[in-house]
């Protein structure tokens, strides 16, 4: 009993020695600031054929198995860490690279950590969910409004000429939009397949705030393809920056709302 | 009305036939081919004086001609001779099949004439069969000559 | 209750929101190739040089293959490195999103790699240039002789990132190596990565090899060989390159496939004339029959639920597919149109068959529905067969012959590949001729 305490605080002071020892280090990195980038590390075997013998996949699942507990435990502090991104050095002296750990969000992501070799599991830090977190921190609150409107398609009403755009200019607005957006493959025939987007605009059409409606549904399982579908409208709008507004009544159209469907298009 | 039409018919039966008369003469000039089973001697070998190693089909058939019956006979009354040889039945088909069904094609061109023999009473045992599907073509030109010519089943001699 | 009523409230609220704002559809883009920059992988100097590979120039290389991947799909647009005006590192780092817009890139990969004690690391990081974000950074460690897959890995993990689909380049394919005359066919198997690099020969040529097939393990392979003179279907351990007869058969076997769970070997047997279907259980050597029909039963491919058999057959008179329940009940023709049909094999996705047809003289590879319903022919010509699929069920490679000259001069055989759109249809360079190709599933997973 006593035994493991002392093994215990020792380990301890070790980690705070660390810690201190390395953290003045990294206050003295270079002035400017990187980006906050993940990475994820994958170990590729040297042996270049068998992936998957049936041997290999027992190891896995037993390895899985165990991940999967070291990865619960491992989970309060991570959680901690998204809230306040604690920025901590890289084991290597690539000073450039600050982590951050961020509680996986989808339970598929666990999955590639278990490819991590033991050397580095503790070092690297994974987040191949990044985007989604981050609208997803952004958008909270509007989640909740939006949820219950997820019904609400294409409203049959379309506040066309009568309320702000004469028909032509809808059309050049649309036809510049065409333009602009590649649509993804790999979507699949029978799914609905609509993004709406929430813009707001400036009097020069360069847009102030893009928001997907419905976005919590990229996180859903089963539903990748809505997140590569939706990044690709985004990607839409922005290359078409300025969006071709009519020169007058900038109140009634500083808000748009485009509804993304290539399900025509596809099937055409 | 009635008249025009008959003369009609006349007329297109005079060209249908002139047509079909060509066609004819064609053949007997240059191409051996009796629906699209090769009938010619090129390409064919002999196990002896005047029996012929091969035999033809039409495409996708594994039936024997009048020809291929013929032939066969040959082979047995030549096998009946000579009790101490064995033969392969090699089995073949042309290139303008799938390449999985063609070995299944050869096999079963193979086994016909395999069959024959067995009933003019060569034993089963003399012979043994084997596909080669479109892998080993006797004609390698891309024509309907050469394909008649490589559906094909060729008695081999193994001793 | 009280919930219930802050919903409807919400709706309400919202929907009258919804009124005021002006919507605008957006039913149509365009499917041109995506533009994206694939920025040299910047290589840390304090690399080791390892034998037989320039570390130097590594990062170059992997760039290139990237590229050569993503062109290859026909999707992506990978643009000219003239035009780049970051260095790698720089790029690394941080990009200047407005300069890599500027050239008309939608995406930029970069990337940087060392080799130390002996261990090749790869960084890569994937932005979306019109957000100025990134949207996926990966890094791997291997020995540095992976250098290509890892190039591969990296294309699978940006396919995937930017189409929603797996990507299908850390892949390979094994397929019959050809050559000399005609009437006397060389034939060995042969295995390459996906892109043409690394081709291996995995028979000497001696004897006349046909159809290899890998396990969903890649490990084995399953192929028709003329050994001694007797057609067989064999099984080949690629890592070993041990081989053994599959069952024994007292005749020919042929036209093999695994089953999904690579357990069984499906294949079809000829006895007097008559080919059936039969699976053997590679493990317990138990021998099942499947098919029984006086008829040519052949080329047959599972589901990859394994529930199904889909196969040709000419028991209507003519060559045209059936499927079946795995266990060989409930056999159902699913072709009915004009022409032959043959080598139907079952989509990694399951919802298709791709087939070869003939009609009227001409070969067709296409693809279907499962019930044999919305037929699609992707490509005419003189010949072609043997269709296998990307493991993304996305791409189909197939083999095509040309015509022959009157004495067989002028004969090839080589690979084409096609997108099951129809469009993309490429050649696939390989060291000699080559048919009967097969592709493998991801190597990493």
């Not at chain 2, 070995?103 to 060569?122: F, P, Q, S, V």
């Not at chain 3, 062109?71 to 790698?88: I, R």
Request: aromatic residues 8%; hydrophobic residues 35%.
């Amino acid at each position: 009993m006593t035994k493991s305490l002392i093994y215990s605080v020792s380990f301890h002071l070790v980690i705070i020695l660390l810690t201190v020892l390395t953290l003045p280090f990294m206050i003295r990195q270079p002035i400017e600031l990187p980006p906050i980038v993940s990475v994820e590390l994958i170990q590729i075997s040297d042996t270049t054929n068998i992936p998957y013998a049936p041997k290999a996949r027992k190891v896995i699942e037993k390895v899985k198995k165990e991940e999967k507990r070291v990865v619960s435990e491992q989970a309060p502090p991570a959680a901690k860490a998204k809230e306040k991104p604690d920025r901590i050095p890289m084991p290597e002296d690539n000073k450039e690279e600050k982590k951050i750990v961020k509680k996986k969000q989808n339970p598929e992501e666990i999955k590639p950590e278990i490819r991590q070799s033991s050397e580095f599991e503790k070092k690297e830090i994974i987040d191949t969910n990044q985007i989604a977190a981050l609208i997803d921190k952004a958008k909270e609150e509007a989640a909740l409004v939006e949820k219950n409107s997820n019904k609400i398609t294409q409203s049959n009403q379309k506040n066309s000429f009568a309320t702000g755009l004469t028909l032509t200019q809808e059309d050049a607005l649309r036809a510049q939009i065409f333009g602009c957006w590649s649509v993804p493959l790999g979507l699949p025939y029978d799914g609905d397949l609509l993004v709406r987007i929430k813009l707001q605009l400036k009097q020069d059409g360069t847009i102030t705030k893009s928001e997907i409606l419905d976005h919590e549904r990229m996180n859903r399982p089963g539903q990748k393809f809505y997140k590569i579908l939706a990044e690709s409208a985004l990607r839409a709008v922005r290359l078409c920056q300025p969006l071709k507004v009519p020169p007058t009544g900038y109140e009634k159209w500083k808000e748009l709302q485009l509804n993304f469907d290539p399900t025509e298009m596809l099937k055409g | 009305m009635k008249f025009i039409k008959e003369i009609k018919n006349t007329i297109l039966i005079i060209f249908v036939t002139l047509a079909l008369s060509a066609c004819s003469t064609g053949k007997k000039s240059g191409v051996a081919i009796d629906g699209d089973v090769y009938t010619g001697k090129d390409t064919v070998e002999y196990l002896a004086k005047g029996v012929p190693d091969r035999i033809f089909f039409a495409t996708n058939k594994s039936g024997l001609t009048t020809a291929a019956r013929a032939t066969l006979r040959k082979q047995s009354t030549y096998l009946r001779k000579n009790k101490d040889l064995n033969v392969t039945i090699e089995g073949h088909a042309d290139e303008r099949g799938t390449r999985e069904y063609n070995l299944a094609l050869g096999e079963r061109r193979a086994n016909a004439a395999k069959d024959y023999l067995m009933t003019y009473g060569i034993s089963g045992k003399r012979i043994s069969v084997i596909s080669y599907g479109k892998e080993r073509p006797a004609n390698t030109a891309s024509t309907p000559l050469a394909w008649s010519q490589n559906r094909r089943s060729v008695t081999v001699k193994v001793n | 209750m009280y919930k219930k009523f802050l919903f409807t409230f919400i709706i309400l609220f919202h929907s009258s929101l919804a009124n005021a704002l002006i919507e605008v559809d957006i039913t149509r883009g365009n499917l041109d190739p995506l533009p994206i920059a694939v920025s040299p992988l910047y290589v840390d100097p304090k690399s080791e040089n390892i034998k037989d590979i320039k570390t130097k120039s590594l990062g170059e290389e992997v760039s290139k293959i990237i590229e050569k991947n993503f062109k290859s799909t026909g999707l992506f647009n990978p643009l000219n490195k003239d035009a780049f005006v970051q260095k790698p590192d720089i790029a690394h780092l941080k990009p200047r999103f407005e300069d890599w817009r500027l050239i008309k890139a939608q995406a930029l990969v970069t990337g940087k790699l060392n080799v130390k004690d002996g261990k090749l690391k790869v960084e890569f990081r994937l932005w979306d240039l019109t957000a100025s974000k990134e949207m996926i950074a990966l890094a791997f460690t291997t020995t540095p002789g992976n250098w290509r897959r890892v190039a591969h890995i990296i294309s699978d993990k940006i396919y995937e990132r930017l189409t929603g689909e797996e990507g299908y380049f850390d892949t390979r394919i094994i397929y019959v190596a050809e050559s000399g005359p005609k009437n006397r066919r060389v034939k060995k198997l042969a295995i390459m990565d996906q892109d043409g690099a690394n081709t291996k020969y995995l028979t000497l040529g001696n004897e006349l090899v046909l159809t290899p097939r890998f396990n969903p393990a890649n490990q084995m392979v399953t192929y028709l060989s003329y050994f001694r003179n007797l057609p067989r279907v064999y099984l080949l351990d690629i890592e070993t390159g041990q081989q053994e007869v599959v069952g024994n058969f007292p005749g020919m076997t042929f036209a093999p496939r695994f089953s999904p769970d690579g357990k069984k070997i499906i294949m079809s047997f000829a006895k007097d004339g008559n080919s059936d279907i039969y699976t053997m259980d590679i493990e317990t050597r138990v021998v099942e029959k499947i098919t029984e029909h006086s008829s040519i039963d052949t080329s047959p491919s599972f589901s990859p639920d394994g529930k199904y058999i889909c196969f040709n057959s000419d028991r209507s008179g003519l060559q045209q597919i059936y499927v079946m329940k795995s266990d060989g009940s409930d056999v159902k023709r699913i072709t009915f149109g004009s022409g032959l049909y043959g080598t139907p094999v079952w989509s990694p996705r399951g919802d298709l068959i791709a087939f070869t047809k003939v009609r009227k003289g001409k070969f067709y590879i296409g693809v279907m529905r499962t019930d044999g319903s919305g037929e699609r022919l992707l490509t005419e010509n003189f010949y072609q067969e043997a269709p296998s699929w990307s493991p993304n069920g996305r791409v189909l490679i197939f083999y095509r012959e040309t015509k022959s000259g009157p004495s067989g001069e002028g004969f090839s055989a080589k690979l084409w590949s096609i997108d099951i759109t129809g469009y993309n249809e490429r050649k696939i360079d390989t060291e000699t001729d080559a048919s009967d190709p097969s592709w493998s599933s991801l190597l990493s997973k």
